[in-house]
């Protein structure tokens, strides 16, 4: 079982930039692909970035390709995601998944496929 906790999240001006993190517990962290989702009120929850056990590969949505990126560390047993150009719609509560074993291409974007989840941080861009 691995347990997820996510940090970093606040309230940032539009254009900013903030790193979350998400600590993870467990000693067979490096067997897990990561994911980052977020979700608006009002809103379903969305993909945001995905990342493979080893950190050779990585995935984002069209949303925010070129603005975030996801990285691991895999000796911190700690996935990061840096946010930048941040924009107003970037608001949401972000969360990060854990999925045991690879990370299929096709259901990588969805809720349902991880195994574990975090219990999210907070984002909030101002204009």
């Known amino acids: 079982q691995v347990q997820l906790v996510e940090s970093g999240g606040g309230l940032v001006q539009a254009g900013g930039s903030l790193r979350l993190s998400c600590a993870a517990s467990g000693r067979t962290f490096s067997s897990y692909a990561m994911g980052w989702f977020r979700q608006a009120p009002g809103k379903e929850r969305e993909f945001v970035a995905a990342i493979t056990w080893s950190g050779g590969s990585t995935y984002s949505a069209d949303s925010v390709r070129g603005r975030f990126t996801i990285s691991r560390d895999n000796a911190k047993n700690t996935v990061y995601l840096q946010m930048n150009s941040l924009k107003p719609e970037d608001t949401a509560v972000y969360y990060c998944?854990?999925?045991?074993?690879?990370?299929?291409?096709?259901?990588?974007?969805?809720?349902?496929?991880?195994?574990?989840w975090g219990q999210g941080t907070q984002v909030t861009v101002s204009s």
């Open positions: 998944a854990a999925k045991y074993g690879g990370l299929n291409l096709v259901q990588r974007a969805s809720a349902g496929y991880y195994d574990y």
